[in-house]
């Protein structure tokens, strides 16, 4: 098979329909759009999520509940997780994205207390859980 013998499949393309070039074409004279009103007109379509006067789903369905602006997306570890760095390390976000435990955009990282370690970490600007925080001290580890 060579460059010059691709070829798309069959039927897959279609010439554009050219519209207002005479009678014999089918779309002449009025271009497909009928005899006046709205749907004739330039720019003439109804707005999104009109139902032709019905009550349109959007005002029939109630309304519930808020989103926070304030939210943050934080990723989730647990202390198992630490064990690929060694011991003494110090841990923060850019050392969690280089091991791949955090990935995509999150604001931060909360540690959570499942696993054990027995490695001595340094944490830096990771939220923390009371269970995780008791491990990791008993370990000879600190939280800044």
Do not use: C
């Not at 029939?60 to 602006?69: A, D, E, Q, V, Y």
């Not at 989730?76 to 064990?83: A, S």
């Amino acid at each position: 098979m060579q460059l010059h013998d691709l070829a798309p499949a069959p039927g897959s393309r279609k010439n554009r329909k050219r519209v207002g070039r005479g009678p014999g074409s089918g779309t002449g004279k009025t271009s497909g759009k009928g005899h006046k009103g709205l749907k004739a007109r330039s720019g003439g379509s109804v707005r999104p999520g009109f139902e032709g006067g019905q009550m349109p789903i959007y005002r029939r369905l109630p309304k519930r509940g808020f989103t926070n602006i304030f939210k943050t997306n934080n990723a989730v570890l647990n202390i198992g997780d630490l064990d690929r760095f060694d011991d003494g390390a110090t841990i923060d976000m850019d050392a969690l994205r280089q091991v791949g435990l955090v990935k995509g955009s999150v604001d931060g990282a909360k540690l959570l207390g499942n696993g054990d370690t027995t490695k001595k970490f340094v944490l830096k600007n990771i939220l923390v859980s009371k269970v995780a925080k008791e491990k990791i001290e008993s370990a000879g580890g600190s939280i800044e």
